[in-house]
């Protein structure tokens, strides 16, 4: 009998610790929430349902509802999560924070945000827009290359509102200098974005990150279009024109330069216009990854030649089963030989089709008159004498330039080796920056000579 006293009294106290211990989370985050709230009075109205958390150190606040000042319209979220390191950031977590100390990971997760397309709320946007670039909505922008007034489009094929998932994570890394950044982004039926990515950099406090010069270490991104979405695009489309999908697709990408650069800005080159090809006639989404030898100085990118960018970020895409190894676009309106065979990492537009064959034959021309391995047929410097790759290793400390097998230049003092890697340091008015070729790389070496 008495054990049983004792049992029944023991699950009641943590009974009661557990109730309790909800009930003091449930007030100090409703007081944040309300806090929060009254500060955005000024802009919005806000309204929301219940608040509920767990012992892991997540809060979920339901049926959220935002009115924007000046607008009859409101955006309605079905819930939103915000994920904690735990519960004793939950119960002391402003305390942490006023210590400057850094959150192990904090996320939010944002689920069906709802915008009506033929809302107030839209309209005064679109009319920002409209004010800013002195244009307005057309028919028949959702069948070209244009971005502009991207609402106006999707009403443009039917759609009346747009629901969206979002989701942001960031959390330390493997290394105490490490921060991880996770962002997924849904548009409900239209397309799925995600980009995972990883700096280093930073340090233990708040103070220190807001002073950091972080450092590139890896990117992972996804682009998904949703194949019902693409399909009934291509639809509206083709029939606008009068003609089947791919004949709609080969006018679009069969366009002349002015119409690419007025578009979106550059003339993309045949292996983005390819991949973006395949892209639209699907199944299959875009991955891009980005893996560099050693971490990448974000500040020193400007120092870099565009062309260098893809091989200093190690960088590679796909879409589907194609694998695109061609990232080169040209920029309109340039007439130097050197600018217009440059090329770079690119932002992918959602466009559609395939290159123009006149485009690549006119580019292929311009690589064969000022390719890399033309240029690196140049005299020698007399100031610097050719040395062999087994030589590096006795020459740290040396100012260098080096050639690789894909004619990219390299040049700065050799600060080190390791696992078949030279590392080169270069000084500028900029600042010092740092670069890795790996051996095998490596076509032609010059030293200089003392």
Same mark, same amino acid.
């Given at each position: 009998m008495r054990i049983k006293t004792v049992s029944i009294a023991l699950f009641l106290s943590i009974a009661l610790a557990y109730v309790g211990l909800k009930g003091v989370i449930y007030y100090k985050v409703k007081r944040q929430v309300d806090t929060i709230v009254s500060a955005a009075t000024l802009f919005a109205e806000i309204q929301y349902g219940a608040i509920s958390s767990t012992l892991g150190g997540n809060v979920r606040i339901d049926n959220v509802s935002v009115s924007p000042r000046g607008t009859t319209d409101f955006v309605s979220i079905e819930h939103i999560n915000i994920i904690t390191p735990g519960l004793n950031y939950l119960l002391n977590g402003s305390n942490s924070m006023r210590k400057g100390e850094m959150p192990e990971r904090l996320g939010l997760n944002i689920q069906g945000a709802l915008v009506r397309l033929e809302g107030s709320l839209v309209n005064l946007l679109e009319k920002a827009e409209s004010e800013q670039t002195k244009k307005q909505p057309v028919v028949g922008a959702v069948c070209t290359l244009s971005h502009a007034f991207i609402t106006a489009q999707f009403r443009e094929l039917g759609i009346k509102e747009l629901v969206t998932d979002w989701n942001l994570i960031m959390e330390r890394g493997s290394e105490a200098t490490e921060i991880k950044i996770d962002v997924q982004v849904q548009l409900r039926d239209i397309e799925k974005y995600s980009v995972a990515m990883i700096l280093e950099g930073f340090g233990n406090s708040l103070s220190q990150v807001s002073v950091a010069v972080p450092r590139f270490k890896q990117l992972k991104l996804s682009y998904t279009p949703d194949p019902k979405f693409i399909a009934n695009r291509l639809q509206y489309c083709s029939q606008r024109e009068g003609v089947d999908s791919s004949e709609f697709i080969d006018r679009l990408y069969n366009a002349d330069d002015d119409y690419f650069a007025n578009a979106i800005g550059i003339i993309p080159g045949?292996?983005?216009?390819?991949?973006?090809?395949?892209?639209?006639?699907?199944?299959?989404?875009?991955?891009?990854?980005?893996?560099?030898?050693?971490?990448?100085?974000?500040?020193?990118?400007?120092?870099?030649?565009?062309?260098?960018?893809?091989?200093?970020?190690?960088?590679?895409?796909?879409?589907?089963?194609?694998?695109?190894?061609?990232?080169?676009?040209?920029?309109? /309106?340039? #007439?130097?030989?050197?600018?217009? @065979?440059?090329?770079? +990492? &690119?932002?992918?537009?959602?466009?559609?089709?395939? $290159?123009?064959?006149?485009?690549?034959?006119?580019?292929?021309?311009?690589?064969?008159?000022?390719?890399?391995?033309?240029?690196?047929?140049?005299?020698?410097?007399?100031?610097?004498?050719?040395?062999?790759?087994?030589?590096?290793?006795?020459?740290?400390?040396?100012?260098?330039?080096?050639?690789?097998?894909?004619?990219?230049?390299?040049?700065?003092?050799?600060?080190?080796?390791?696992?078949?890697?030279?590392?080169?340091? /270069?000084? #500028?008015?900029?600042?010092?920056? @740092?670069?890795?070729? +790996? &051996?095998?790389?490596?076509?032609?070496?010059?030293? $200089?000579?003392?």
């Open positions: 045949p292996g983005i216009r390819e991949g973006l090809k395949k892209l639209a006639q699907g199944p299959g989404g875009l991955q891009i990854t980005a893996n560099p030898l050693t971490p990448i100085d974000i500040s020193t990118l400007s120092l870099y030649k565009p062309e260098d960018l893809p091989n200093l970020f190690g960088l590679s895409a796909a879409v589907g089963d194609m694998t695109i190894t061609d990232f080169s676009f040209r920029f309109p /309106k340039d #007439t130097s030989k050197e600018s217009q @065979s440059r090329s770079s +990492l &690119l932002g992918l537009p959602s466009i559609f089709g395939k $290159a123009a064959e006149k485009d690549q034959k006119l580019k292929g021309e311009r690589n064969t008159k000022s390719s890399p391995s033309k240029r690196s047929e140049k005299a020698i410097d007399s100031r610097y004498r050719v040395v062999s790759v087994k030589e590096l290793s006795a020459l740290v400390g040396k100012d260098v330039k080096i050639i690789t097998t894909g004619g990219m230049r390299r040049s700065g003092q050799i600060i080190g080796m390791d696992n078949q890697v030279v590392s080169l340091e /270069k000084r #500028t008015r900029g600042g010092t920056f @740092s670069t890795q070729v +790996l &051996l095998e790389q490596i076509q032609k070496i010059e030293v $200089a000579v003392d």
